[in-house]
């Protein structure tokens, strides 16, 4: 299985970015997708999930209203639009997929994207 994060980059304060996280390999077809996010000297947070049917989306409250999780099932393809970009959002950007466990905790989910870097500007 693998999982290839896209889309990261560098953009000032309130702009937006469109991540996108391909999956191929041994997956199945249900199969729960998330973002990840860390900072420099940070643990890994969650930031946004979503049921492999679309009946479930759950953001961190710190994107809530800014960031949208998204998925192409055909395309095995999850996406995650963020608007409103703070500094604070400057992270890198993981994708992970299969889940066991709860939704906010990264050891849940069985695997990871490689990382896309997002910075933004003040």
């Known amino acids: 299985v693998q999982l290839q994060a896209s889309g990261g980059g560098l953009v000032q304060a309130g702009g937006s970015l469109r991540l996108s996280c391909a999956a191929s390999g041994r997956l199945g077809s249900r199969y729960d997708m998330a973002w990840f996010r860390q900072a420099p000297g940070k643990e890994r947070e969650f930031v946004a999930f979503?049921?492999?049917?679309?009946?479930?989306?759950y953001y961190a409250d710190s994107v809530k209203g800014r960031f949208t999780i998204s998925r192409d099932n055909v395309k095995n393809t999850v996406y995650l639009q963020m608007n409103s970009l703070k500094p604070e959002d400057t992270a890198v950007y993981y994708c992970?997929?299969?889940?066991?466990?709860?939704?906010?905790?990264?050891?849940?989910?069985?695997?990871w994207g490689q990382g896309t870097q997002v910075t933004v500007s003040s």
């Open positions: 979503f049921t492999w049917n679309g009946g479930s989306t």
């Open positions: 992970a997929a299969e889940r066991s466990g709860s939704v906010y905790y990264p050891e849940s989910y069985h695997y």
